[in-house]
């Protein structure tokens, strides 16, 4: 069955205080890992998608990595206006989007 | 990125009542939308995938006679909720796929926030 797992579920850090997002999956047939960022209230806002291991995206103060088994959101030097919930989704063979729970991540100045 | 827009944003009706949800790329085809719910505090559930010019595909749990969707055009799928009771109160979201391939890159609308009184 296709899982997709985040953890933590909630991460509190200081502004500047950096670190890192995981999500582990287990999937037949990956067509894709894809994060978004969503607010509360709002619907999930694209971040990246990451296709085979060892790619890597970065945006601003995100940067996104994939092996076979995992994804990790690195944080660096996070700002209050990161805070938001972290999704992450698989698209398996069939092409459905399969999310993790997602991790509330709060940025305090 | 590309746009997806979502009509109404909330919308309150009384318990017995249909309402339509509406779903528009605003800026590209999409052949395939999703649509989600999702609860407080929790992750998307697919509810279900629309394939425009065809019938859309459940799943498993989904009452396909309570949420009716149609996928008429490639930019607009609607969502429609019958008979709505209290606990189909709860936050819908789409999404739209670029591309035709199964790996394009997955655009989500704002939401709906449907309370059913």
């Known amino acids: 069955e296709d899982q997709v797992t985040q953890s933590p579920e909630a991460l509190r850090l200081q502004e500047g205080e950096s670190s890192s997002l995981n999500c582990s999956y287990t999937?037949?047939?990956?067509?894709?890992l894809f994060w978004y960022r969503q607010d509360p209230g709002k619907g999930p806002e694209f971040l990246f998608t990451?296709?085979?291991a060892g790619e890597e995206k970065e945006k601003e103060r995100l940067k996104a990595t994939l092996t076979k088994k995992e994804s990790f959101l690195h944080i660096t030097a996070p700002k209050p206006e990161d805070s938001a919930t972290y999704l992450c989704?698989?698209?398996?063979?069939?092409?459905?989007?399969?999310f993790g729970q997602g991790t509330e991540l709060s940025v305090k100045p | 990125g590309a746009v997806v827009s979502q009509h109404p944003s909330w919308v309150i009706c009384k318990s017995g009542t249909s309402v339509k949800i509406e779903c528009r790329s605003l800026?590209?085809?999409?052949?395939?939308m999703f649509w989600y719910r999702q609860f407080p505090k929790q992750s998307l559930m697919l509810m279900a995938t629309?394939?425009?010019?065809?019938?859309?595909?459940?799943e498993q749990g989904v009452e396909k006679d309570k949420f009716l969707i149609n996928h008429a055009s490639l930019t607009l799928s609607t969502l429609t909720v019958t008979s709505a009771h209290p606990e189909d109160s709860s936050f819908y979201i789409c999404?739209?796929?670029?591309?035709?391939?199964?790996?394009?890159?997955?655009?989500f609308g704002e939401g709906s926030r449907l309370t059913v009184l």
């Open positions: 990451l296709y085979s």
């Open positions: 989704a698989v698209n398996n063979q069939g092409g459905k989007l399969i």
């Open positions: 999937v037949s047939g990956l067509r894709g």
């Open positions: 999404s739209a796929r670029f591309g035709t391939s199964y790996t394009g890159e997955l655009f």
């Open positions: 629309s394939n425009e010019g065809s019938k859309a595909t459940y």
């Open positions: 800026d590209f085809q999409a052949t395939t």
